[in-house]
């Protein structure tokens, strides 16, 4: 089973940027969309962005023109560049694969706060 790990949250200001990094184990990343969700206390997991094995990109309404994901698959991780970061960011983030299966990593806090 495929496990992933996500890392790079933290504490920042409203305005800020942090770059998340999400590395799968396992051969098989490559041929898979993955996704970033994120879940805010006391609400229900939500999509953000997703990104195809060849590439193709969608995003969240709520940050579009902020965020931007990656993907290296060489090193089987996946990245959330999120700029302009705003209170309602808040949330602790995930990856999976798009749509999602099998277990979830730990995840990453991020909190947006001045």
């Known amino acids: 089973q495929v496990q992933f790990v996500e890392s790079g949250g933290g504490l920042v200001q409203p305005g800020g940027s942090l770059r998340l990094s999400c590395e799968a184990s396992g051969s098989i990343f490559s041929f898979y969309a993955m996704g970033w969700y994120r879940q805010a206390l006391g609400k229900q997991r939500e999509l953000v962005a997703t990104?195809?094995?060849?590439?193709?990109?969608n995003y969240a309404n709520s940050v579009k023109g902020r965020f931007v994901i990656s993907r290296d698959n060489a090193k089987n991780t996946v990245y959330l560049q999120m700029n302009s970061l705003k209170p309602e960011d808040t949330a602790v983030y995930y990856c999976?694969?798009?749509?999602?299966?099998?277990?979830w990593g730990q995840g990453t806090q991020v909190t947006v706060s001045s």
């Open positions: 999976n694969f798009d749509p999602p299966r099998g277990g």
């Open positions: 990104i195809t094995s060849g590439g193709s990109i």
